[in-house]
C-alpha cells in the first residue's frame, strides 16, 4: 500500500494531467515495489494532488507569489510500507516518478525545483482493514514477483 501526494501551486496541473498522473505515477511506483507490471495491485496506491495558492509556497525564502518569475516548484511525497527498498530500488521509483511527472507536463526533463521525499512507513504502523496491517500479508494477494516476496520477507522479518 503507497500514498503519492504531489503539492503544486493551484492550476499547475490541469484535470487532464492529474488523469494521467494518477495512472503513471501509480505505476511508477507500484512496478518495483510488486516487481511487475500488476494492474490488480493498483487498488492499495492512492495518489492525492494538492494545489496550494502561490501565497501559501515559498522557495527561497519567498513566497511565490511576491516572485516576478517564481520557479516551477512541486513536491511529491511518496509513503510506503516496510518492505524491501534498498537504495537503487529507491533511485529507481525516484526517477520514475519525475519522469512521468515531466511527459504529463509535456516538459523535455524534470523541473530542478520539483522535488521527492521517499518515506518507509516502519512496520506495525500502518493502518487498513480494521487495523494495523504488514506487507507481509499483503505478499499472499499474489501480486508481488516470486524475487520480491522473498526480498521483502528478508527484509521485514526478524531472522529466526
Do not use: C, H, K, Y
Given at each position: 500500500m503507497t500514498i503519492i501526494t504531489v503539492t503544486a501551486p493551484g492550476g499547475r496541473l490541469s484535470l487532464a494531467q492529474r488523469r494521467r498522473l494518477a495512472e503513471t505515477l501509480t505505476d511508477a511506483v507500484l512496478e518495483p515495489e510488486v516487481g511487475q507490471h500488476a494492474p490488480a495491485a493498483r487498488m492499495g496506491f492512492q495518489v492525492h494532488f494538492h494545489d496550494l495558492p502561490v501565497d501559501c509556497m515559498a522557495i527561497g525564502g519567498r513566497l511565490l507569489s511576491d516572485q516576478d518569475t517564481p520557479p516551477d516548484i512541486m513536491?511529491?511525497?511518496?509513503?510506503?510500507?516496510?518492505?524491501?527498498?534498498?537504495?537503487?530500488?529507491?533511485?529507481?521509483?525516484?526517477?520514475?516518478?519525475?519522469?512521468r511527472l515531466a511527459e504529463a507536463c509535456e516538459m523535455p526533463a524534470p523541473a530542478p525545483?520539483?522535488?521527492?521525499?521517499?518515506?518507509?512507513?516502519?512496520?506495525?504502523?500502518?493502518?487498513?482493514?480494521?487495523?494495523?496491517?504488514?506487507?507481509?500479508?499483503?505478499?499472499?494477494?499474489?501480486?508481488?514477483?516470486?524475487?520480491?516476496?522473498?526480498?521483502?520477507?528478508?527484509a521485514v522479518q526478524p531472522p529466526a
Open positions: 513536491t511529491i511525497n511518496i509513503a510506503v510500507m516496510n518492505a524491501a527498498w534498498p537504495a537503487q530500488v529507491r533511485a529507481e521509483v525516484i526517477g520514475n516518478v519525475l519522469a525545483t520539483w522535488w521527492i521525499n521517499f518515506e518507509i512507513i516502519d512496520e506495525g504502523s500502518w493502518g487498513s482493514q480494521g487495523g494495523v496491517l504488514s506487507i507481509l500479508q499483503l505478499l499472499e494477494t499474489g501480486v508481488f514477483t516470486p524475487q520480491r516476496s522473498n526480498a521483502i520477507r528478508a
